[in-house]
């Protein structure tokens, strides 16, 4: 039996990495059902990314993959997002989001909006961020960067 019926969680899940996994592995803990908003191409052209992005085609078939990998693929809905709220702001179903401490804050300015719009708010899962061997956070860009690898191992 899982806590809820329906979390979200959202990013661009440009390279798959073992941050990417622990935030879906405690999405899928907590939620009989997950939404993953997954950024759009143009979405992504408004941020300020220091390196290139992987097309979403790439992405959404790279995270269909990893779901499936998962066992979870019949538990997921995957959406589009163009911007940093998706369906988090509208939609009453979601009961819960889970976050990193990079994107604890996006959570607390979603819950503003829905009150805002009448909806109960989200209860928000804090997870910690996935350290590299280094103690610094995993992301995409330093593993671009040549930094470290996808677990979190230093390559120079």
Not at 2 to 18: C, E, N, P, Q
Not at 53 to 66: A, D, T
Not at 83 to 90: A, M, Q
């Amino acid at each position: 039996m899982y806590k809820f019926r329906l979390v979200a969680i959202g990013g661009t899940f440009d390279i798959i990495h073992k941050g990417h996994r622990e935030l879906l592995r405690s999405a899928f803990e907590l939620g009989d059902k997950v939404l993953i908003g997954l950024t759009t191409d143009t979405f992504i052209r408004s941020m300020s990314k220091p390196h290139r992005v992987k097309p979403y085609v790439e992405r959404l078939e790279s995270l269909k993959k990893l779901l499936v990998d998962m066992q979870v693929v019949s538990r997921a809905i995957i959406t589009p997002i163009e911007d940093p709220y998706g369906p988090t702001i509208s939609d009453p179903a979601i009961e819960a989001i889970v976050v990193s401490d990079e994107t604890c804050n996006r959570a607390f300015e979603i819950n503003r909006i829905r009150e805002i719009k009448g909806l109960k708010a989200l209860k928000v899962v804090k997870i910690p961020m996935v350290l590299a061997e280094d103690g610094k956070p995993i992301s995409s860009t330093r593993i671009r960067l040549g930094e470290i690898d996808e677990n979190g191992r230093l390559l120079r």
